[in-house]
């Protein structure tokens, strides 16, 4: 199984402290087990900055940096060896495996996390924490404080500065290393046979559910625990809802079939759409649709490269996907003042793209000091330009609606300009037919 390396976490942690204040320290939680109903839990995944930090795979967890400690910079509290438990709910680390599995300099019992860590707080300036995204976190942090603060008049020293540690960690999470890209390409690879499979067992009758267990079963196989987000099987209509999860429509002959799916990879994902004809043959109208995205796809590639900016390549599908528009006769008018206009939007209404990563909408700026942000080397990103022709829209002749089509892929920025990672999937019109008509 392809993974990140131990020695990446390392150099992670090492990374960040070495951009922390001097004397500050660093407090991070795992993700908490979520109940799904009575005695039955959500599969486990843990928080990717806890992940991207420690590579530690077990809830109730807490990491803990504190740069240039003698005794230890990086402390690991979690949960204790237990053969009952273990018995009943799978191995644990323990604190000897945090530390030798894990690289903890030192660990300690979850449970006796109370009595410890405000004494490795205390005479600390500064506290880095994800302050806001978990209240019940937040409040714990308070109350250790709150512990060495009680104790001020026997001289203990509460710190002063309380620090989101988002600014940091989440810059560091948007340039990918060499080890992440390569875990990338191995959900993408994964990812991009599931679309294949799907493809091939595409037939009028089927169920959309019928094609998600087809992406399941590959995601399954390679390796992934789960997909990255929830499958959209979009069919005819549905396939102009944007975040369909419905998955439970027939499949019929003459319609497209939009699936946007993914796997994840070591908590890395991928993010690819394709839209195919249920019966394996463009009608005119989906052709000419599905043509101008991918047209505006391939003009958002080029617009992809160190230096340019992060709208460029929305600016570059926008520009087509208008001018497509206009040239059917979807839109009236003159190109640009359609563009100044946003009349597109009542076709695309979205954006070109988010940052890719551990989370499927990663973290990462878009804009730094009021300016879009300028791709550099290792950025990952999404290319999905898409057209959606509602239903309902009166202004348009009715052989157009219910048309909806997107095409996703996922890059990296390179030295040349990106790499595609998910180009194993089939794209053009005749390599899609082609392929279907092999599987019939
Ligand atoms: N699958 C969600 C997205 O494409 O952003
Ligand atoms: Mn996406
Ligand atoms: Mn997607």
Redesign the pocket.
């Known amino acids: 199984m392809i993974h990140i390396p131990k020695a990446e976490y390392t150099r992670r942690r090492k990374a960040l402290m070495a951009q922390m204040e001097p004397n500050s320290i660093a407090i991070l939680p795992a993700a908490a087990v979520a109940i799904r109903n009575r005695d039955v839990e959500h599969v486990y995944r843990q928080d990717s900055d806890f992940q991207y930090l420690s590579g530690f795979p077990e809830p109730e967890a807490v990491i803990v940096l504190m740069p240039g400690r003698q005794h230890g910079e990086y402390v690991l509290f979690c949960r204790e060896r237990n053969a009952e438990r273990e018995l009943w709910d799978g191995l644990r680390a323990g604190t000897e495996g945090a530390i030798r599995d894990f690289g903890a300099d030192d660990a300690f019992p979850i449970t006796d996390i109370d009595d410890i860590l405000p004494g490795l707080i205390e005479g600390r300036d500064r506290v880095y924490s994800a302050m806001g995204s978990n209240a019940e976190f937040d409040r714990h942090v308070m109350e250790w404080i709150n512990v060495i603060r009680s104790k001020a008049h026997l001289g203990a020293q509460p710190p002063n500065e309380f620090v989101a540690l988002d600014h940091l960690l989440h810059d560091m999470r948007l340039y990918k290393s060499a080890a992440e890209v390569k875990v990338m390409r191995e959900a993408a690879r994964i990812s991009c046979a599931a679309h294949v499979r799907a493809m091939q067992a595409s037939r009028a009758g089927l169920h959309e559910f019928s094609l998600e267990a087809e992406l399941d079963y590959e995601f399954r196989k390679g390796g992934a625990k789960m997909p990255a987000?929830g499958s959209i099987v979009a069919a005819g209509r549905n396939s102009c809802i944007l975040h369909y999860q419905q998955n439970d429509a027939v499949l019929k002959d003459g319609d497209l079939v939009l699936i946007?799916a993914g796997c994840e990879i070591d908590c890395y994902a991928s993010?690819i759409?394709r839209t195919w004809p249920v019966n394996g043959k463009f009608s005119p109208e989906q052709k000419a649709i599905y043509e101008i995205v991918l047209a505006s796809q391939e003009a958002a590639f080029k617009q992809i490269a160190p230096n340019k900016h992060w709208n460029q390549a929305h600016e570059a599908t926008v520009q087509v996907i208008t001018a497509g528009l206009v040239k059917l006769g979807l839109l009236q008018g003159d190109v640009d003042e359609l563009i100044a206009s946003e009349a597109y939007r009542a076709f695309y209404m979205h954006r070109a793209g988010?940052w890719l990563g551990m989370d499927?909408?990663d973290v990462g700026e878009y804009k730094v000091g009021g300016e879009w942000r300028v791709l550099e080397v290792g950025m990952a990103l999404?290319v999905?330009p898409g057209i959606y022709i509602s239903p309902d829209n009166q202004n348009v002749a009715k052989k157009w609606r219910g048309i909806g089509v997107r095409i996703?892929d996922d890059v990296v920025v390179t030295k040349q300009g990106c790499e595609i990672l998910t180009g194993g999937v089939p794209k053009t019109v005749a390599e899609i037919e082609a392929l279907m008509a092999a599987a019939r």
Do not use: A, G, R, S
């Open positions: 987000y946007d993010d759409t988010h499927v909408h999404t999905e996703e």
